[in-house]
């Protein structure tokens, strides 16, 4: 089966494109509502609505965007926002939660005004209301730089009809406020507009798999009054400018939006949502040149080389590093050996405490911490293996759970974390030193996430995709009769990187001892397991070894016993369980996983019937899975391997690799049968 383009929306549209024709078919139609003035209709959703059973549905979201002059000799973004939700179970009353989020840099601000929020409830057969209060706000101080005010409409409870609208005036013109079109519950109705000046032009970032129900666009001329402060003027008086510019009105529509939930296999919600973003690439205005603001990405290496927390001291000769790397590094040694020892150095003597792609002091200071952020340990890498010699620069790249990066735009808040990339006899390594348990040349599984770049020349694009961490997992087991008759066996598990490192987090953070009893769980209900031995667990070039022993629990008075042969190493549920997939799968890795058994018949059985040999294929070449298995008088023998070449599957694929597991789960869940045989 050939494997469809991802349907993955990414539009450019500047606001100097005016003249964007309607569409949809139905292009007159409108939804609105005015805030507090309901009627007993507005408690029953449209005859035409989707997933009607929803916990709680968003009937009418609109939000518009403009520019205003303000006093400071500029302009002010004002975005405001009305919602109606309805509530239709006690489940859904978090729908009414709100936090909006105000950015803070020095004397630019967000503000938040014009708050309003009610309740409606009938009552007695009469609409009741409840209003939201001032002392019923809250502010959280997320950082320096941003926080939320934050509140729970009173009143809500399941069957209410919810109403909230405000304003947020913004000095940050380089985003405008996104507007997502999706999120945790339906919403019937979703409206956007934004008034462009022609003064501005923005690139406007749409994502999702929701086609929009209209889309349309108008021109009219409007003027602007801007109060220049006396500190910008010419003889020290504040003075009011006029400018004129034509006003570009765009609107964007969608209806009848189904909700987003996240399954298994997703990297971020984020990547996936129905929204628009936008950000300012540049501005003018009559009379003067094209002012950028966006840059390009050689503006952006050599801002970020320039930088005091991050590239500024990568390079230099940084004598006092020969201290530090004194017991590390060898002069006998090849580079890679040295590469190695302080990746292996910096993982083990190196305290990893948050995400973040900047210093948060210096280099010095992180060496005498002994500790820092993801930032701190990997620039440090990439600091000592320059001054050994060895070329190397930084990588920014967005971990899978902050979304993707995005790969014709330098917009840098999308990065949040940094490895290095280091060119070693030949051959290239991305490493990361960040993890205690990751072997050499390997990355955490979060970092295979697609667009990453090079923070060099000019500053080259990097695709660390999730296609090229392959899973690799072989377990054997082996079934035999002691001398006294009873029949047990020994599993082997040889685990793979990713799963090698989450066995290392656990050991360390909790304990061998829990780990292995969490091991234990997977033991079938009518087998016992003995502890779990665990391998290289302090080796992160080799993959975790793990061994146990397992013994069937017979039934003695039983003609027949029927016992799965992969002793709880199988699928025992679909890992797809939703009906229908609107986003596509993103598995960390590729998979082989292969299962090995001999087992011995039990003493004082014969085999009566065993499952069937079989192979499946997933489409034409992205992966197969094999059960092969032969009995003779003595002796089973079994080979069931799974193997998955693709990470990713386009939202089309889902129902065909949704069958493909249903298929392995059931083939796993059959049995061997034995019978007693007669006695003589």
């Not at 179970?89 to 709100?98: Q, R, T």
């Not at 001291?313 to 890679?336: C, M, P, Q, R």
């Not at 990355?443 to 667009?451: E, K, M, S």
Request: hydrophobic share 40%; charged share 25%.
């Amino acid at each position: 089966m050939k494997q469809k383009v991802l349907l993955l929306i990414i539009s450019v549209v500047c606001s100097w494109s005016f003249g964007l024709a309607q569409t949809g078919t139905t292009q007159a139609e409108k939804v609105d509502f005015t805030f507090g003035k309901i009627t007993p209709e507005a408690f029953t959703l449209p005859a035409d609505a989707i997933e009607k059973d929803a916990e709680a549905y968003i009937l009418c979201d609109k939000g518009f965007s403009s520019f205003e002059g303000n006093s400071k000799g500029w302009f002010t973004l004002r975005f405001e926002r009305k919602v109606r939700i309805k509530i239709n179970h006690a489940n859904g009353v978090s729908a009414a939660d709100f936090q909006i989020p105000l950015y803070q840099s020095g004397s630019a601000v967000e503000r938040l005004s014009g708050l309003k929020a009610m309740a409606f409830n009938i009552e007695a057969g009469k609409i009741v209301s409840t209003e939201l209060t001032a002392d019923q706000v809250f502010t959280d101080k997320y950082s320096n730089r941003l926080q939320y005010k934050k509140f729970s409409v009173p009143g809500a409870k399941a069957g209410s009809v919810v109403d909230v609208t405000y304003v947020i005036e913004s000095d940050f013109l380089n985003s405008l406020q996104p507007w997502a079109f999706q999120g945790s519950y339906p919403c019937y109705w979703s409206e956007y507009e934004v008034a462009f000046p022609y003064f501005f032009n923005y690139v406007t970032l749409a994502q999702g798999y929701q086609e929009f129900y209209q889309r349309s666009s108008s021109e009219v001329r409007q003027h602007f009054n801007i109060l220049v402060p006396s500190a910008q003027v010419v003889g020290g008086r504040s003075q009011m400018v006029r400018e004129e510019a034509n006003v570009q009105f765009t609107r964007w529509v969608m209806k009848n939006v189904p909700a987003l939930r996240e399954e298994n296999f997703t990297t971020s919600l984020k990547n996936h949502i129905a929204k628009i973003e936008f950000q300012l690439k540049q501005y003018r205005f009559e009379g003067s040149q094209y002012q950028d603001v966006m840059g390009n990405w050689p503006a952006v290496v050599k801002a970020y080389t320039e930088s005091g927390s991050f590239g500024a001291d990568l390079y230099k000769n940084n004598g006092w590093l020969d201290d530090e790397l004194e017991t590390v590094v060898s002069k006998g040694a090849s580079k890679l050996d040295n590469a190695k020892a302080i990746v292996n150095y910096l993982q083990q003597k190196y305290s990893c405490n948050a995400g973040g792609e900047f210093l948060t002091s210096n280099l010095k200071a992180v060496v005498k911490a002994k500790a820092g952020n993801v930032g701190d340990i990997n620039l440090l890498l990439t600091a000592m293996l320059h001054h050994i010699g060895i070329k190397v620069h930084p990588v920014i790249l967005s971990t899978r759970a902050n979304g993707w990066s995005h790969e014709f735009y330098p917009l840098t808040d999308r990065f949040n974390y940094v490895i290095a990339k280091a060119n070693i006899d030949g051959a290239t390594y991305l490493l990361d030193a960040t993890e205690p348990g990751l072997p050499f040349g390997n990355l955490p599984p979060q970092c295979y996430n697609g667009h990453a770049r090079e923070i060099a020349g000019e500053g080259p694009a990097l695709y660390i995709r999730a296609d090229s961490a392959n899973e690799r997992k072989v377990t054997t087991l082996f079934m035999s009769n002691d001398d006294n008759g009873k029949w047990s066996g020994i599993v082997t598990g040889n685990l793979g990187v990713f799963e090698s490192l989450r066995t290392r987090r656990s050991a360390k953070a909790d304990g061998v001892a829990t780990v292995a009893a969490q091991w234990k769980k997977r033991a079938p209900a009518d087998c016992s397991m003995s502890d779990p031995k665990f391998e290289y667990l302090e080796n992160a070039q080799k993959e975790v070894k793990v061994q146990y022993s397992i013994t069937p629990e017979l039934d003695a008075d039983a003609d027949l016993l029927y016992i799965n042969p992969l002793m709880g190493e199988q699928y025992k549920e679909n890992p797809f369980a939703s009906a229908t997939r609107r986003y596509p799968v993103e598995m960390p890795s590729t998979v082989d996983e292969m299962f090995v058994a001999n087992i011995e018949v039990p003493a004082g059985y014969t085999v009566e019937e065993i499952p069937k040999s079989a192979k499946i294929n997933l489409f034409e070449e992205d992966g197969f899975y094999e059960y092969i298995i032969h009995a003779d008088a003595n002796r089973i023998m079994l080979r069931s391997r799974l193997v998955i070449r693709k990470a990713e599957f386009p939202a089309e694929d889902y129902e065909s690799l949704r069958e493909f597991f249903s298929y392995v789960v059931k083939k796993q869940a059959e049995s061997i049968v034995f019978r007693k045989k007669p006695k003589a």
